[in-house]
């Protein structure tokens, strides 16, 4: 297990390059499995969560390859299994996302129920609301899921919760169904849009992406299409707050401004100076950020992937803030290892009551999730001393070569 060491406090300088979204390649990779012709996705970052997510698709048959320049090429000519091995749904519940189109494609999969995990206990019952709706036989036993359909019926389907994963597995089983299937209060992430526009390349017909009601006409068959996707709004966003809470000046390349809208509000209420450019964001701060306060909401709102990091910019803010998570139940993990920073955070049900300090001190501390891992590194940039970061494999999983980056911004940062 590698870990990651922050030797002292820097004021991040330069510029970054941020790549492509986990969020948008998993789901798109899994929509692959909807044709049998080639799909081509350039650019995409070759992240553990991606790696495993190419695993699950050659474990039902699905050819791949992914060349030295990151373009990955997918096809899913047979559909050799309908069963997707349980360790590869428990390492990544994501894999999941592969239900919708394997019951569209061959009327059949069986999947183990995806566990838990750090930040609450992810059910899954609205994707499966979703294709019984649709007319898919489901059986629940010993862990697995088992179902069956002669060929989906386009339906209208009502989402409790605007769900990002049970909008992108639902709008994929209905790309290939009979008639017309409509998702109300449905997600409307970036990432959802980046799916759809990827479908109707293929030959799906879905209106309304990025809306929370989203239509989609079943057509028989999808052919091959080539695609990058979006650019990762939560790495930007994560490099945004790094530059703001160490009171550095970074330019933060290839990303899009309207998706992380909700942070460059943020941080210019806490007297960080955000500028827009048509695909770079420039946030520098001079002074100590002021404290500000937050309720994660789905998107447009701000989103929970940001909430850690987020936390740690109010962790040396001037003032208390107020961080409230209302997406995920149990996303605080991070908390307790930011008191060893020396951290003044109370917890008080779904909100954290964050008491600035001016500065935090190293220590040694344990990544708890992907995001969380990315605010202890912002933490050790704002300590005096050291700060040792184990369970690195997290920060992995959402960040590609992220010590290498910090490197070009002139953090003292190295992988052991
Ligand atoms: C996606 O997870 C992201 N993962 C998460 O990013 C992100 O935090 C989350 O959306 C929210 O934006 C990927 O896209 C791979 P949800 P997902 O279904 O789809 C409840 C990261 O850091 N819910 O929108 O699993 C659920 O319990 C990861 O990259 C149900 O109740 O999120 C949660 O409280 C972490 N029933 C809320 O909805 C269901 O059937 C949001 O979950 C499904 C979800």
Partial sequence: MSTLIVESPCRLQGTVNISCAKNAILPIIAATLLTEDRCRLEDIAALED??????????????????????????????????ASYELIR???????????????????????????????RPIDLHLKGFAAMGANITLGHGYIEAYADRLKGESIYLDFPSVGATENIMMAAALAEGVTTIENAAEEPEIVDLANF????????????????????????????????????????????????????????????????????????????NEYEKSIRVNATERLKSVDIKTMPYPGFPTDMQSPMMT????????????????????????????????????????????????????????????????????LCSDGPTEISDVYHIDRGYINIEEKMKGLGASIIRV
């Fill in 50 to 83: 991606v790696k495993v997510m190419i695993e699950v698709v050659n474990s039902l048959g699905a050819e791949t390859n992914l060349d030295g320049a990151n373009t990955l090429e997918i096809t899913a000519k047979k559909i050799e299994r309908n069963e």
């Fill in 91 to 121: 390492k990544m519940r994501a894999s999941f996302l592969i239900m919708g189109p394997m019951l569209a494609r061959t009327g059949k999969v069986k999947i183990s129920l995806p566990g838990g995990c750090a930040i609450g206990s």
């Fill in 199 to 274: 479908l109707n390349k293929m030959g799906a017909r879905v209106k309304g992406a990025g809306t929370d009601t989203i239509k989609v006409e079943g057509v028989r068959e999808l052919k091959g299409a080539a695609h990058s996707a979006i650019p990762d709004r939560i790495e930007a966003g994560t490099f945004m707050v790094a530059a703001a809470a160490t009171r550095g000046d970074v330019l933060i390349e290839g990303v899009v401004p309207e998706h992380v809208k909700p942070i460059t509000a943020k941080l210019k209420e806490m007297g960080a100076e955000v």
């Fill in 313 to 380: 910019a109010m962790c040396v803010a001037k003032g208390t803030s107020v961080i409230t998570e209302t997406v995920f139940e149990n996303r605080f993990m991070h908390i307790s290892e930011l008191k060893l920073m020396g951290a003044k955070i109370k917890v008080d049900g779904r909100s954290a009551i964050v008491e600035g300090v001016e500065r935090l001190s190293g220590a040694k501390v344990r990544a708890t999730d992907l995001r969380a891992g990315a605010a202890l590194i912002i933490a050790g």
